[in-house]
């Protein structure tokens, strides 16, 4: 049974740093391109970050400088370091792990950020 599962979201104040962790089973992860996206109230969940199989990165323009994606293929997971956020960053954000013909997505984990 495939799982993908997020934790580390909550309540920070602007300008403050979460770290969201994603766990993923089932799967052979090392070969899954891992994104995390989300999806604020009345939005389109959009992608935020991603790390290819190979460790390539990519980042919205919205949170570069600021986000850092890193994956742990011995422990299959994909961490999302945040920092400097902002109220903007207000959303559910959601573990992706996708191949070409095949995808999984987690739960979700709520970040709010306000003062």
């Known amino acids: 049974q495939v799982q993908v599962v997020e934790s580390g979201g909550g309540l920070v104040q602007p300008g403050g740093s979460l770290r969201l962790s994603c766990a993923a089973s089932?799967?052979?992860?090392?070969?899954?391109?891992m994104g995390w996206y989300r999806q604020a109230p009345g939005k389109q969940r959009e992608l935020v970050a991603f790390?290819?199989?190979?460790?390539?990165?990519n980042y919205a323009d919205s949170v570069k400088g600021r986000f850092s994606i890193l994956r742990d293929n011995a422990k299959n997971t994909v961490t999302l370091q945040m920092n400097s956020l902002n109220p903007e960053d207000t959303a559910v954000y959601y573990c992706?792990?996708?191949?070409?013909?095949?995808?999984?997505w987690g739960q979700g984990t709520q970040v709010s950020v306000s003062s």
């Open positions: 089932g799967i052979r992860f090392s070969i899954y391109d």
């Open positions: 790390i290819t199989s190979g460790g390539s990165t």
């Open positions: 992706h792990a996708r191949l070409p013909n095949r995808q999984y």
